[in-house]
């Protein structure tokens, strides 16, 4: 694994850049995030809020992707089997195929205690449900749509799923799933699109799943190593991740659905689909950057100009977001925050007693919170694309400093440009105040 250096002997003038300030914070192993003892509690604090629902989030993803499938009704979607509830984390546990979080591999216990009684009290999971008393799968399925989308960014996953080979393999799984009913084997004769179009969705709430399935240990594992005193700035907290970035980088992507006890492999882990290039980078580009707005908030209107023509200039992610809470499940993702909500660190909580305007507040300067850890996260994969594409930060050669400079402004330029407001939207310039609440 790699270390980012907390210094650089940097051999170049000051960066002209709009934001040289975080260009040269960047180039001496920081991150677009202030190094603060209160940002760092802010983001470990958030890191551990997140991980307990994406616990649940990464198990049912996969669940519907490998057992509900393509049922036209899928009802119980929600409705977490106990089989998937113990299934083993592959990065966690004694079992594990590379340990990244020293707990346990079945599902966290506070997300188990919330599902029993959510925030109300112990009643029947149809009852949680209906009441809106229980973890927002909506937000899981509102990234996962994000990434379908916003298809071709890069990676081999995607174009698979245009290929020959991979409708064979979809229709292969389609006829399985509904042998012995001629209505929907009838229907899919007659539109056979459609129901490729909705494996290709199953797909990527696999490749979700199995990105989430990855993060949710490391959030866990810097959450201990924070209590700990291990982790005590935002480049230890930087460096964390984009160490588990370049240790998991190769770790499978892969989609297969289980129809009465047989495997068929939609997209066989033969393929060598990785996690770095297939899930990770599209993740962050459709999540943390592009998104869409909310409907109502923006004309899709094409005559009305209030959206980029081209889908790369989409600017509605978290990085981008005026955080209040909409209730919806995009961004800002206020079903998110409502989850993390109920998971928030004794010390977090402390915290945003002091500075919130009342507890209907929380809410508000939680999701602040969560762009600044996204901000922090951001900043990783910058950093581990910096590693594996250039040059190391304490490289002698200024002609490789250069590089790695010309790099980092282009990533921050998506910060500074006026078309669509985006230099305005943008939080990058909030983020470096301690006062942004």
Known sequence: MVQTPEKSATKLPP????????????????????????????IIGLYKAYAVPMDFYWRDLLYIAERVFINPFPFFKYFLPKEYLELHNHYAGDDAELRVWRGEATAHPELLAFMEKGETFKMPKLLHHLFHDRINMEFAEACMRAMLWHRGMGGQFDPYLDTEEYKANADRAIKAYFQGNPFMLALYKLFPDMFIEQCRQMSYYAN??????????????MSDLYDEGKIASVPDAMNFLVNGILAVANRPIYHNVYIRGECYEIVPKSKGFVWLHEAALPYVEAVF????PFRGTKSYNAQARQIPTDQKDFHYGILYADVFPVGTAGIPPTLLMQDMLHFLPPYLIEYYKQHCRGEE???????????????????????????ALLHPLDDPDPEHLQA????????????????????NAARLRDIQSQDYR
């Open 289 to 292: 950057y592009r998104t869409a």
């Open 404 to 423: 790695n400079r010309e790099f980092f402004e282009t990533q921050l330029n998506r910060f500074t440009r006026p078309e669509y407001g985006i230099r």
């Open 208 to 221: 979700l799943g199995l990105f989430w399935e990855i993060m949710a240990p490391v959030f866990f594992e």
């Open 361 to 387: 507040d929380m809410l508000i300067q939680l999701g602040i919170s969560f762009q600044r850890s996204m901000y922090c996260v951001t900043s990783a994969v910058i950093q581990a694309l910096r590693t």
């Open 15 to 42: 960066s002209t850049h709009e934001f040289a300030e975080v260009i040269h914070r960047l180039e001496a192993g920081g991150a677009m995030l202030p190094d603060t003892p209160e940002n760092l509690m802010q």
